[in-house]
Nanobody, 118 residues
Framework: QVQFVESGGGLVEPGGSLRLSCTAI????????MSWHRQAPGSHQREQVA????????NYGINVLGRFTMSRDNAKGAVYLQMDNLQPEDTGDYYC???????????WGRGTRVTVSS
């Protein structure tokens, strides 16, 4: 069974940047729709911030549009989220999601924490 591992989170000052990675272990992502989601502290809901089809067309949530950039490297089985001009409201746990539309299987990583604070 494929697993997904996120990395790259950390503490950054407002205006700073981070690059998150999500790597597939035991499978590939060629035919998966990949997305990034975040969950703010104390919230029970996850907000989708970026999504990319298997064709590589990204779409972004309104709260991150123009600041975040999603990319994927199918050969490496990885997706990335470049986050620029980070603000305190971007603080949260960031998760990657993979949806294999042919088999209708969905997987979540365990998340990586991003903290934006001065």
């Amino acid at each position: 069974q494929v697993q997904f591992v996120e990395s790259g989170g950390g503490l950054v000052e407002p205006g700073g940047s981070l690059r998150l990675s999500c790597t597939a272990i035991g499978g590939d992502i060629t035919r998966a729709q990949m997305s990034w989601h975040r969950q703010a502290p104390g919230s029970h809901q996850r907000e989708q911030v970026a999504i990319m089809s298997s064709r590589g067309d990204p779409n972004y949530g309104i709260n991150v549009l123009g600041r975040f950039t999603m990319s994927r490297d199918n050969a490496k089985g990885a997706v990335y989220l470049q986050m620029d001009n980070l603000q305190p409201e971007d603080t949260g746990d960031y998760y990657c999601n993979a949806w294999y539309y042919i088999s209708n299987e969905e997987y979540w990583g365990r998340g990586t924490r991003v903290t934006v604070s001065s």
